[in-house]
Every structure is written in C-alpha cells, then in structure tokens.
C-alpha cells in the first residue's frame, strides 16, 4: 500500500518542477518519503542532463550586474533561442549572474567550479537541464572589481545577445563618479561596433604582420577587377596599425611629403600650416587594423569626428584612462553541426 497520495505528488512536483508521473515514480522509489523522492529525482534529472549535454548549444543569453565599483557579464547558451526566451531560463540567468556577483567569480571556470546553495554548481545546473529540457551551458564570464578611484559601468542590448562591461581608473573618486555615466555611453558603442581589443598596443607583432599582407593581396585583387572596369583604383596601404608607425617611418613620411610640398612649389613658411593635416591623413589611411578592432581608435558612433578614446578625453580632461572592457555576444566561435534530418528519422525508425 502506498504511503503517499493526490497531495504529496503534488507538493514534491511544486518542490521539484518535475511531471507529475516522475513525481508518482519518485515517491514509489522513496516509498513516500519527499527527501529521498527529491534525491531520486535529482538523480533522473542529472541522467536526463548527461544526455541533453552532447547536444549544441549555441543560443542564449548575456546578462550582466553592475553596482558601484563592480560589473560581471555572463553568456548563458541554450540549444534554441525559443528556450532562451522562457521564464525558467531568464530565471536561472539571473541567480547566475546575482551568484558571480556575490562570489566574485571572474570566469566561468570558476562559476562551474563554485558552490550554489549548498550544492556544486554542476548538480544545480544538471536539474536546470532536467526542468528545461535542453543542454544549459555557462560558457563566458568576466569579473572588474574597482577601489575609489575606479569608474565602472555596462550595458546589455535589448535583444540580450551582446552586451559590455568598462572600467577606467581617475586621478580621483569625484572625478570616478563623472566619468561612470560617460563609460555607459562607450559601453554602448561597444556594444554596437564589435571592438576585439582595447588599443593598438594589445596586438601581436605577427597578427598585424599577417593582417596586412592579407589587405594588401585582397586590395590589389580588387584593383585588378576595377582596372577592367574602368572605375579608380583603391589605395594599397603601406601599413595598417599605429603599432607599425615608428618614429623612424613618420619621419621619412614627413620627408617625403616635405619634397612634395616643396615640388608644389608651395612656400616653406606655411608648411608648418600644412605638414600636420597632412601626416594626420598619411595615419589615419594606414590604421584601418585600429579603427575597425580596437575601441579606443574607433569613431564615436555619438560623434564620429571623434574616436573613442578622443572623447573620452575630452570629457575627463585627460584625468582618466579606459583600463578593460569585455564584450560577449552570445555564440561566438561557436561551429553548430548541420543535422541530418533524414538520416536520423531513418535510423530511429530501424
């Protein structure tokens, strides 16, 4: 005889989110108890979740958390972006994010790693793939954590598929304070432009070297079809980072454009009206590399006779400086497997 009923059943499914014939199941096994049902459950859900994990997941969500001098961002995946939208799904987003957040956790190695409410992080996880029906996967996260002098600010798109966390340390905590409403503004650039790197300076030596004999190839490829056409040729950069500008490469680029100036016929008194205009244009077309990756020599999307980093400068007086941004968008490097339909219907239906 059954040592539980109607109303046990449905306690342990409120408890646990489970069907309600897992849950008759579950309490069969316990032989009424709700503990011991729970943990059978558990159990289940955890089997359930190993199968639901070989599957890709490449959808999701990015949440963040900012508050004073700290932000975190994560990328949650799921299998479907239908799964993403559900309210079980933004339910587990936000103790996830509210769980970094309090634990300091800087990665998602070290959410997957960490405790949640008295258990591992993976068996908590594994009952949310049970309850949600698709593989779950904390892929992303990053951490800043400030002192006074630090302004710190974020911003999530609507559509929460990318989003940014900043910071930028101030000679002072009056002027951290000024500048965290500026660094929402840049997040939002972020966001919108896709930088991979704060500054030049971050690049390696042989990206850039690699970067530009691939522009060069592309560009002459390119002039090769306009030339049949008719139509202007584009311009082969020298160059395409500021890190490739040496002082020794400006100052024969100033030479040369010296010998132009005076080949014009052009008065050497005003040359130093001209030389700078003209040096600005010579780097400006021989940094592509920076104005498309690295957020500081991007054009302010808000003002674009600006870069980044020119606005940022003008706003606070050349008294702070823009330290570290992260940026996630939800699946990137992510390869899906292209399923073969067919072939499964087939093989479940031998």
């Not at 936000?94 to 998602?108: G, I, M, P, R």
């Amino acid at each position: 005889m059954a040592n539980f009923g109607p109303k046990d059943i449905k306690k342990l499914r409120e408890m646990t989110d489970a069907g309600m014939m897992d849950c008759k199941k579950a309490l069969t096994e316990a032989d009424g108890d709700m503990d011991k049902a729970v943990e059978w459950l558990r159990d289940q859900g955890m089997g359930a979740a190993a199968k639901k994990a070989s599957k890709t997941a490449a959808e999701g969500a990015i949440a963040i958390k900012v508050e004073g001098k700290k932000a975190v961002i994560i990328e949650v995946n799921s299998q479907t972006d239908f799964v993403a939208k559900n309210d079980k799904f933004q339910a587990l987003l936000s103790t996830v994010v509210n769980h970094a957040f309090e634990n300091n956790l800087e990665d998602a190695e070290a959410i997957n790693a960490s405790t949640i409410n008295g258990a591992p992080f993976a068996e908590y996880l594994a009952q949310e793939i049970a309850v949600i029906g698709e593989n779950i996967v904390v892929r992303r996260a990053a951490l800043i954590n400030g002192d006074e002098k630090s302004a710190v600010n974020a911003y999530v798109h609507s559509n929460v598929q990318n989003g940014v966390i900043i910071e930028a340390k101030c000679e002072s905590a009056e002027v951290a304070e000024a500048m965290t409403p500026v660094l929402k503004e840049i997040a939002m650039h972020a966001a919108a432009m896709s930088p991979s790197t704060l500054s030049y300076k971050d690049f390696d030596a042989q990206y850039v070297e690699d970067e530009t004999k691939g522009r060069i190839v592309a560009i002459e490829t390119e002039n090769e079809e306009l030339a049949r056409l008719g139509k202007p040729l584009k311009n082969v950069p020298q160059y395409i980072s500021m890190s490739q500008l040496t002082d020794e490469v400006l100052a024969k680029v100033e030479e040369e454009l010296k010998a132009e100036l005076a080949a014009e016929g052009k008065p050497e008194k005003i040359w130093d009206k001209i030389l700078p205009g003209k040096i600005a244009r010579f780097i400006s077309d021989n940094t592509t590399l920076d104005q498309e990756q690295c957020l500081l020599d991007q054009k302010f999307v808000m003002d674009d006779s600006k870069t980044v980093g020119e606005y940022f400068a003008e706003k606070s007086g050349g008294k702070a400086e823009i330290t570290r941004f992260v940026r996630l968008e939800v699946g990137e490097g992510i390869e899906v497997e292209e399923e073969d339909f067919a072939a499964e219907v087939a093989a479940q239906m031998k």
